[in-house]
């Protein structure tokens, strides 16, 4: 199992901007398909943001244009930086992993807030 470490959450006003991180325990090259996905309460968790297993993006319409998926592969660290912020962003965020050949894996998981 992949170990996920997500940081940078927190209370933002509409407008504003986060950057979000997820730490990987292994590499992120390796594991290849990383994204950010988002879950408000009596709602389903939705892609936000990912990297497919073939290296290209893929995002949400609601967040195009506003969110940009990234990674340091030397420190095996994914990041989503959110501009623009809406309160409909507001969820839980969590970065997802899936290794070829392993059980996806996810992170705790991050409250983001956006609201005045």
């Known amino acids: 199992q992949v170990q996920l470490v997500e940081s940078g959450g927190g209370l933002v006003q509409p407008g504003g901007s986060l950057r979000l991180s997820c730490a990987a325990s292994?590499?992120?090259?390796?594991?290849?398909?990383m994204g950010w996905y988002r879950q408000a309460p009596g709602k389903p968790r939705e892609l936000v943001a990912a990297?497919?297993?073939?290296?290209?993006?893929n995002y949400a319409d609601s967040v195009k244009g506003r969110f940009t998926i990234s990674r340091d592969n030397a420190k095996n660290t994914v990041y989503l930086q959110m501009n623009s912020l809406k309160p409909e962003d507001t969820a839980v965020y969590y970065c997802?992993?899936?290794?070829?050949?392993?059980?996806?894996?996810w992170g705790q998981g991050t409250q983001v807030t956006v609201s005045s």
């Open positions: 292994g590499s992120i090259v390796s594991i290849r398909a």
């Open positions: 990297f497919t297993y073939g290296g290209s993006t």
């Open positions: 997802k992993a899936d290794p070829p050949g392993w059980s996806p894996s």
